[in-house]
């Protein structure tokens, strides 16, 4: 069950969306890609108990809202991404590749007006994802010690930016193509370091902070300016905007009301 509502704090009002579960125990509190609070409750508490968790986690919830909409604000429209920056898109009829690079633009060679871009670009993206990725795992793996991986998949995930198995099978994000090639690293040397050491104890970031001793900065760049990413998309309109949706999201630990 779902329903919105918003809790009274001197002039201002903290607008929230309430999910109610008959199997949950406690309050948990969720601040989407877009900034949106969701309180998921046990059905049955009462709504003073919400507000006073709430209330409680103003802070928090203050700082992922502000970090929320900075993030999304970063994003220019009517733009693509590639490699950290972003490019305009200019329609071509004819051309020796069907997308190409050209200075700060992006070339999309489309076979009538009408064509959906957006196949055409999202193929392309997932072959450049595909070899960046080998290549920066092709440098970082024999410094870690470790062999070329079993297998190498790209996907097209919304909510997670790598994954790896202890058979050394490798899966990454496609989204990793837009960001800046630091924050790929970041992810790659992440994920090798997993198969040396599973979990993330204390010795898994020191064998990450080996190769990259700024991993934290790029661990938090990726936590709140990566998140819009994850579900950007590249719509052609008549004025040339993109629309990115929500998708991730931070949570604080479930509390009790």
């Known amino acids: 069950m779902s329903n919105s509502g918003k809790l009274l704090l001197g002039p201002e009002r903290i607008p929230y969306r309430l999910r109610l579960s008959r199997r949950r125990r406690s309050v948990g509190l969720t601040v989407t890609d877009t900034g949106e609070l969701l309180v998921h409750a046990p059905q049955g508490l009462a709504q003073a108990a919400i507000h006073r968790i709430i209330t409680k986690n103003r802070a928090w919830i203050d700082k992922k809202q502000a970090e929320r909409r900075e993030a999304l604000n970063r994003l220019e429209a009517g733009k693509v991404y590639y490699r950290g920056k972003a490019y305009g898109v200019r329609f071509i009829s004819r051309g020796l590749t069907d ?7 992006l070339l999309i060679s489309l076979k009538n007006s009408h064509t959906d871009p957006w196949p055409q670009l999202f193929d392309w ?36 930016w790598g994954e790896c198995r202890p058979d050394g099978h490798l899966r990454f994000n496609w989204r990793l193509v837009l960001l800046p090639p630091e924050i790929m690293d970041y992810v790659v040397v992440h994920e090798l370091a997993h198969l040396l050491v599973p979990g993330h104890p204390p010795g898994f970031w020191r064998e990450v902070g080996k190769y990259l001793p700024d991993y934290a900065q790029r661990r938090s760049w990726l936590k709140v300016y990566g998140s819009p990413f994850l579900t950007w998309k590249f719509e052609a309109s008549e004025d040339g905007a993109e629309q990115a949706g929500p998708a991730t999201s931070d949570k604080i630990p479930a509390q009790k009301g």
Request: with cysteine; aromatic share 10%.
């Open 99 to 105: 997308i190409r690079l050209a200075g700060d633009d």
């Open 125 to 160: 993206y997932c072959r450049e994802a595909a070899s960046h990725l080998t290549g920066r795992i092709d440098y970082f793996a024999p410094r870690l010690g470790l062999g070329p991986p079993t297998r190498l998949e790209v996907r097209n995930w919304r909510r997670r």
